[in-house]
């Protein structure tokens, strides 16, 4: 029995997935919907998670700088990883691979496995609902929509957002066992 390399999984997920992404992309042909999303994708870029790392301390003086660092360490783990797995892994974005999928938004970088936005939106979302439940109320279905953005906008596969999900729980619940 073959194994197959890493490269040749990613090309046959690629096959597997074009028509859902196809589906989801064809949300880009309105101009609403591309620019809500690019809008999402944007915040997602880090804006959202930098200001909440900095006025945790103000908003939370009990544990609000201990949460501060340890999203921050998390993150910066979480930046080493996926640039780390999209420089080995090289998996072309879906908008450069597919005929038809339209570009909704200039990419960060070149490739796409694994979502960095999906990985820090999971990551930050899970570190701080352990801390303040409440915050799910506007949290979570903003991590949600910042990994929808990235596929409807041609940026990711799939499998692409459901790493970068898997990788920013696993990373956030390792943080969160090692500090608490």
Known sequence: ???????????????????????????CARRGVREFFGV?????D??????????????YPHGGLQLA???????????????GLKRTLVRERPFINCRGISLG???????SFPSGHTLHAVSFTTLMTSHFPESAFVLAPFAV????????????????VAAGALLGFGLASLSLQLVG
């Open 1 to 27: 029995m073959a194994v197959l390399s890493a490269t040749e999984v990613l090309r046959r997920c690629d096959a597997a997935e074009l028509s859902l992404c196809l589906y989801l992309n064809r949300g």
């Open 40 to 44: 999402i994708s944007r915040v997602g």
């Open 46 to 59: 880090g804006a959202l998670w930098y200001v909440l790392i900095f006025a945790l301390p103000l908003l």
């Open 69 to 83: 660092m340890q999203m921050a360490l998390t993150g910066i783990v979480g930046v080493l990883l996926y640039k």
């Open 105 to 111: 938004t200039a990419p960060l970088d070149r490739y």
């Open 145 to 160: 929509l910042v990994a929808a953005s990235r596929v409807v906008l041609g940026l990711h596969y799939p499998s692409d």
